[in-house]
Structure formats: C-alpha cells, structure tokens
C-alpha cells in the first residue's frame, strides 16, 4: 500500500553571495539543526539520509564526507545523489515507501563562491571534441537556447526582460534573498551583453547556502512537532546531454518530469489545480521556457501572461514570489531545496511580505543547469 509522506521540518541558512565566515559543514550543522528543531526531532530519531553532492561543484573528491558529522548521521544509512535536491527528496521518498524507515533526511549546499573558475568547470562537463575546443562561455549555450525558444515560441526578448525585474523586485522582500534590487525595463534590456541575446542582468547570479528537510510517514507525522506539508506529486528525467541532438525549442525534460509528478498527484490541469510555483529561472528565458512545459501556459503565452502580470504576487498564477535565482543565487545542485523550501515556508503561512492568499498547493521545478538536460518536479500541497 502507498504510504503518504510529508515534509516535517526545514531549516535553511538563507542565500549568500559569499560566505567566507562559514565552512561547508558549518553551512550543513546551521540548516540541519533549524530543521531537526522545526520538526521536533533529534538525529537519533532518523532512519535514513539523503545528501546531494557533486563532487565538481564542491571541489572535493568524495564530497559527501563533509555530510555526516553535521547531519548527526555517524553511522547511520547515508548515501549520495550527485544530482538535485529534488532528487535526492524523491530517493528520502521511496526510502519510507518502502518501509525501512519512517523518518528520513535530505540535505544539499552551495558554495559556489568557493569556485574561482565555475565557466571553466561547468564548460567542462561539455563534450571533450565538439564544444570544449571551442573556448566559448558556457553562457553561450543557454544564448543559442535561448533564440531558438523565443524564434520557435514567439515570446520576446522584452518579456524575458519582464522576468528579471519581477523576480529582482519579490526578492527585496525576502529575507533569504541576496540579489533583490529594483531594476526598470531598460535596464535589463541595456545591460552589457554576454552573449546575444542573454544580458548580464538575465543571467542569475551565483550564491551560497544549504537546506535540510526532515521527511516522515503519515503515521509518524502524528506524533511530531512540525506542520506536514504532504508530497503529493514528484518526477524527474534527463534529455540528451549531447548538444547535437538535444531539443532546442522546449525543456523536454521539464515536461517529463512533471508529467511524472503530475500523474502521481492525480493533476489533471495544473493551471486550474496547482495555486503557484517556484521554478528555476536560472536564465531570464528559463522561467517561460519552463512555464511551457510544465503545461501551466501553451507555447507562446507565457511572455504574454507575465506582461498581463498574471504571475506576479497579487497574479492570478504567481510564480517566484521568493525571487527565484535572479533574485536568490544561482545555487548549484541546491537548486530545487530552494525551491522546496520556499513552497513549505508558503504553504504554511510563513513567506513574510511575499505571503500569497490561499496557497493550497504548489509546484517546485528545478534544472541542473548547463550544460545539462535534466529536471525535476515535485507537487507539495497543505492537505
């Protein structure tokens, strides 16, 4: 029988440019002992953990050693994701699904500036004979993405630019924000080009940071402190990694993934049956791109829908309140723990400022980023 699980606990240490005051198992112990006070629980209590490292974003072969002091987890079940943090909560998931425990723990860091060379390293993962030679950004390859989205979609440069100073405005009213700031249309539109048509201002900055969650099964959820926030939906895939024969016009894995997390939750309609969302928007076109193929907008009506300003805040469909990364940080395979715990923190009444009415159910959708086709999605809802 299918159990229900819930999100019991989460504890964060918010968003930074830099965190040179901080080690990596500092940033771990701060969010794994919010956490673990939010649910109500001591890391006796824990059956199994989850920690999401990769080794090249980390700097550090076998990263995942920075893991168990700080989670309380010396000798207990632990293992890896080098993947996103939505993929690590989806293996805390079938981890109580399949009985071993009832109480579970997923954590995932950035300490991006910790990287003096991240182009270098993310160009890296590229192929070794068609694309490394080349020399080029690794923003390059979002930039041709990005043309081909906007020629194929007919959403506009100008929309994109809508994206960035929505996100940067909801971000000033976030306290686990770092980037937020007021910015016009033209500023975006006339920000120094890094590579056509992608602005500085639309690409995300980076940050640091952790996040924890604390996982339990329905009957266990009784007896704890935390107000459960049930995983009701949750999908992941990957597309093609070569750059020769991915799609260049829709994130394919995006659309798999929630169609995956989707059917799991019984959605029908997103739209109608999902309240908001936090996506990646690591790139200013990656939130439309996104909104498509989750299905919560047709191909071409997201650009529409953000000048009609139904993703804002007071929206009809808000999406990012938080600030998403342009607002946030760009956080490595945290990605999707900043989107996780920004739809808790919603759900249960507790974003701030940025509070949205009726926040029922919302959906987290993250990617790993160039040059990378993978993403996944995870539906989060009060009851």
């Given at each position: ?40 629980i001591?890391?006796?209590?824990v059956?199994?953990?989850v920690s ?10 076998i990263?995942d ?41 997923v ?12 182009s ?5 993962a590229?192929?070794p004979?068609?694309?490394r ?9 979002a ?17 994109c ?5 929505k ?18 249309l ?10 056509h ?9 980076y ?10 099964s ?13 995983i ?19 994130a ?14 019984g ?8 309240d ?8 200013s076109y ?7 193929a ?30 998403g ?11 999707g ?35 990378t ?7 989060l809802?009060?009851e």
């Open positions: 029988m299918v159990k229900r699980v819930a999100i019991v606990g989460v504890g964060t240490t918010g968003f930074r440019a830099t965190t040179p005051d901080v080690s990596y198992r500092e940033l771990t112990y701060e969010a794994a002992t919010k956490a673990y006070l939010n649910a109500g001591e890391p006796k209590d059956g199994a953990f999401t490292a990769e080794d090249f974003t980390e700097g550090y072969s990263a050693e920075y893991s168990p002091d700080q989670l309380g987890a010396v000798l207990k079940p632990i293992h890896t994701v080098p993947g996103d943090f939505i993929q690590s909560l989806a293996n805390a998931y079938m981890i109580i699904q399949s009985g071993f425990c009832d109480i579970a723990v954590q995932g860091l950035s300490k991006a500036s910790n990287m003096l060379t991240k270098d390293m993310i160009t890296f590229t192929c004979f068609t694309w030679p080349l020399k080029e950004s690794h923003h390059a390859i930039a041709m993405e990005m043309n081909r989205f906007l020629q194929s979609s007919g959403n506009t440069r100008e929309q630019a809508k994206v960035v100073v996100n940067r405005r909801n971000a000033l009213n976030n306290p686990r924000a770092v980037h937020g700031t007021n910015l016009s033209d500023d975006v539109l006339h920000s120094e080009i890094v590579s048509p992608l602005g500085r201002l639309d690409i995300a900055q940050a640091d940071g952790a996040v924890v969650c604390v996982l339990a329905e009957e266990k959820v009784q007896s704890l402190k935390g107000e459960p926030i049930w009701k939906g949750i999908g992941w895939a990957t597309e093609t990694s070569a750059l020769e024969s991915r799609t260049w016009d829709e394919v894995y995006l659309k798999v993934a929630s169609q995956m997390a989707y059917k799991m939750a959605i029908r309609s997103p739209r109608k049956e999902i908001f969302a936090e996506i990646n928007d690591e790139y990656k939130e439309l791109q996104h909104l498509e989750l299905g919560i907008f047709a191909k071409g009506e997201s650009g529409k829908s953000v000048e009609a300003g139904l993703t804002e805040i007071t929206g009809e469909f808000p999406v990012n309140a938080s600030g990364n342009l607002g946030c940080g760009a956080t490595l395979e945290l990605d723990g900043h989107k996780v715990i920004e739809i808790v923190l919603q759900l249960r009444g507790q974003a701030g400022t940025n509070q949205l009415k009726n926040a029922r159910t919302g959906l987290a959708a993250s990617w790993r980023g160039v040059p086709t993978t993403g996944a999605v995870a539906i809802a009060k």
